[in-house]
Nanobody
Framework: QVQLVESGGGLVQPGGSLRLSCSGS????????VGWYRQAPGKSRQLVGT???????IYADSVKGRFTVSRDRAKNAVALQMNSLTPEDTAVYYC????????????WGQGTEVTVSS
């Protein structure tokens, strides 16, 4: 069982930046896939970005060039750096982990809320 805890959410003005972090039990550097999803009010949960093994990071088109997902090995965590935020980025952001490459088992954090508003 992997337990995940997100931090770093909050209120930010349009054009601002925010950094989310997800840590928890287990060794994040050994997990095959780590990343982030988000769920905006009234919408389904959607991909933000994920890292799998040594493959290129996958990003949603809406965040490409603005968001960066990274493994923070020093903190045993996965981070999401968000720049040039817009109100459309307002959502609950969820950390996601799939420990094995060939297994379907996956884990989710409880979510952290990000609100972009002036």
């Amino acid at each position: 069982q992997v337990q995940l805890v997100e931090s770093g959410g909050g209120l930010v003005q349009p054009g601002g930046s925010l950094r989310l972090s997800c840590s928890g039990s287990g060794t994040f550097s050994s997990f095959y896939t780590v990343g982030w999803y988000r769920q905006a009010p009234g919408k389904s949960r959607q991909l933000v970005g994920t890292i799998s093994g040594g493959e290129p990071t996958i990003y949603a088109d809406s965040v490409k060039g603005r968001f960066t997902v990274s493994r923070d090995r020093a903190k045993n965590a996965v981070a999401l750096q968000m720049n040039s935020l817009t109100p459309e980025d307002t959502a609950v952001y969820y950390c996601y982990v799939r420990p094995g490459r060939y297994t379907s088992q996956e884990y989710w954090g409880q979510g952290t809320e990000v609100t972009v508003s002036s």
